[in-house]
């Protein structure tokens, strides 16, 4: 069974993708370009075709980038909703964060919270501000932790 530790979850709170944006500026720079041509030189074929075929790429990236940002920000609440649930359950039980894992990137109803070596199922209520916790055991002992060591810059 995977598990995350509270830095790995705080970790995923911030994660940009600059290599996307970097492609972004340099077809805008392109298309400058090439626009300052397009005045330089008037509405030749070359320039115009180049013109509308880099407006096309701008347009299809806008697409990709307002899509991955709805979907980053809907990952990026739920990791800040795990985090303060973990944050709430160490300060109320007095755990160290440290020995906290959970099995889930999400808070939801029926994930396991694991407290050094003890296994916990947590529920919610309907609106997930109040919470119990359920003692289980696992059949297979064999756990995955993942770190905050183990998110790639």
Do not use: C, W
Request: charged residues 20%.
């Amino acid at each position: 069974m995977d598990f995350y530790t509270v830095s790995y979850v705080e970790s995923q709170i911030v994660s940009g993708h600059t290599l996307g944006f970097v492609i972004f500026v340099v077809v805008l720079l392109a298309l400058l370009g090439v626009g300052i041509q397009v005045l330089r030189n008037g509405f030749t074929s070359r320039y115009r075709d180049l013109t509308v075929i880099l407006s096309l790429i701008i347009v299809f990236f806008l697409g990709l980038e307002y899509q991955e940002y709805g979907r980053m920000k809907n990952y990026s609440e739920d990791s800040s909703r795990m985090a303060q649930f973990l944050h709430s359950f160490s300060a109320d039980r007095g755990v160290d964060e440290g020995r906290l894992a959970v099995n889930s990137l999400k808070v939801r109803n029926g994930m396991i919270l694991k407290v050094s070596d003890a296994y916990y199922e947590v529920q919610f209520n309907p609106e997930f501000t109040t919470y119990t916790i359920t003692r289980v055991y696992t059949v297979s002992p064999t756990d995955r932790i993942h770190d905050k060591a183990d998110v790639l810059p």
